[in-house]
């Protein structure tokens, strides 16, 4: 024990977790104080994180005020059944970890740890949490699952920089309107496993959610305000009794997700069909019959029908393959759309002279699905031109001209017929943001390809006709953020995105991957991880470390042999949560 001691004063850190410890060394409190005669006293650190988990504590001392420069305390999977006062004199207290004790009150103290960052008070008895919690202005994580809570104190609308909230397993009836309306930094809430029986319609003021999950509750209805939920790509609304769904949940262009499995629904709305779902359950309803309308969702690769009294479609489609049902509803589509669709249309020269008076005053020029085989003059004419959209044209090369768009912030050429990457004309435009090239039969980006582009924040290469990036191309992308290489033939993972530090997006769906590599820990700003449809047998341990903020991984179809359906099914943070338990203890 006082070599670990010793080495604790040296580094500032002491684990001394698993050491079936029944009290705490009185030399732990007295920090400094211990400090021995072979010792540097004025080498040593004061002591900041304190690791006490899975142990046989009973108590935790008023002495901790001693550690005033305690900035982690995990106190984890003991027999602790209350905190000391003093708990709030830990000036300097981030991260608080009392997870898995019995716990019945925190004490109202606890208001005075106005640094607290994150909170795991999970797995107690907890009955309500302190209202003082909302003097804690800077809390972004708080997890309070499977407690006696039946309520959340309205002084938390205070803790406005909440990312993160979890209280799954409690006894809550309801979430206050003014509460969830000044989270607006949130990230994911999980209230899954409750008594809720109502969303507030304050939800729409998240614009940053992306994964809600309120499974297992008593939810009869979705405010149509969810639209406002614009960055929603998980939704977990399975066993509640909702009977119908709005159709503005269509307006989430992001989900990828959807649950509705268990509830009461009698039909699925045509407004929903516009999403872009990966996987939609809706097992166990009320349902007669599908909108045909639900046909044009080819991005649905898992579609879940079982438990419903549908008459209106053969046994066989609604257990067979998704893409043949799929199939079969765009068949019964009314033939009225291709009509419009070949209805005529304005001259193609009068539509690009009014894109273009438009783009005077608003900077955005928009020549989208105009059939153009060419950039018209009028690009590099309009001044100060900031947004080009040429998307779903013929266009198979461009015009040196354009290298003079040196305003240019966003570049969409989605669709279009180029083939050789014109590295000329994009090493011009030095103030690209986003760049779109998706859908192009692209051939090899050259290792000089992306130079130039030091401001890039997005990246969109999907659906070329060969792999088409160069690991030493995309290393010099430092300010990405999101990258979409979906189906691109990439073999092997792109190791070259490993350094890039502020990518929160990566999509490397529909390809050939056989594997991930354990450096992925390094990609701690990931949010999204998009890895459906490849051939991955197993996934690292090591992307368990990221799910502190990896919001969203999509595994479904890799035939994937380590990971049980139950917890796949239940999707990413118990997928994370079970790679982390795989690690070696840290």
Known sequence: MERVLKSARESGSLNLSNRSLREVPNEVYRSLDAVGQDEKWWESVELQKLI???????????????????????????????LPSAIGELPLLKALDISYNQLAVIPEEIGSATALVKLDCSNNLLKELPSALGRCSDLADLKATDNLLTRLPDE?????????????????????????????????????????????????????????????????????????????????????????????????????????????LKQYPVGGCRLKLSALDLSNNSLSGLPPELGRMTSLRRLLLNGNPIRTLRSSLVTGPTAALLKFLRSRLSSDEEELESASTPRKDHVIAQAARLSF?????????????????????????????????????????????????????????IKEWPRSVLSSLSNLVCLKLDNNPLS?????????????????????????????????????????????????FPTGVLGLA???VLD?????????????????????????????????????LLETNLQVLKVDGNPLRSIRRSILDRGTNAILKYLKDKLPNQ
């Open 52 to 82: 006490l988990a899975h142990n046989n504590l009973e108590e935790l001392k008023e002495d901790l005020r001693n550690l005033t420069s305690l900035t982690v305390l995990n106190i984890s999977h003991n027999k602790i059944s209350s």
């Open 156 to 264: 938390l609308v205070n803790c406005t920089r909440l990312f993160k909230v979890d209280i799954e397993g409690n006894k809550v009836t309801a979430l206050s309107d003014n509460m969830l309306g000044s989270w607006t930094a949130l990230s994911e809430l999980n209230a899954a496993r409750n008594l809720l029986t109502a969303i507030p319609e304050s939800i729409g003021a998240l614009s940053k959610l992306v994964r809600l999950d309120l499974h297992q509750n008593r939810i009869s209805s979705i405010p149509p305000t969810i639209k406002g939920c614009i960055s929603l790509a998980e939704i977990y609304f399975g066993n509640n009794l909702l009977s119908t769904i709005p159709d503005e949940i269509g307006e989430l262009s992001r989900l990828g997700t959807l649950d509705l499995q268990s509830n009461k």
């Open 361 to 417: 005053s608003s900077k955005e020029l928009n020549l989208s699905s105009l059939g153009l085989t060419s950039v018209p003059s009028v690009t590099w004419e309009t001044a100060d031109l900031m947004k080009l959209d040429l998307s779903k044209n013929l266009i198979d090369k461009l015009p040196d001209e354009l290298s003079s768009c040196s305003c240019l912030q966003e570049l969409i050429l989605s669709g279009n017929k």
């Open 444 to 492: 090899k980006i050259p290792g000089n390809g992306l130079e130039g582009l030091s401001k890039l924040e997005i990246l969109d290469l999907s659906c070329t006709a060969s792999p088409v990036l160069d690991p030493s191309a995309i290393s010099v992308l430092s300010q990405l953020q999101e990258l979409y290489l979906r189906r691109t033939q990439q073999a092997q």
């Open 502 to 504: 502020k990518l929160k």
């Open 508 to 544: 490397l769906s529909q390809n050939q991957l056989v594997s991930i590599p354990q450096e992925i820990k390094v990609m701690t700003s990931l949010t999204e991880l998009d890895l459906l449809d490849n051939s991955i047998a197993s996934l690292p341990a090591e992307l368990g």
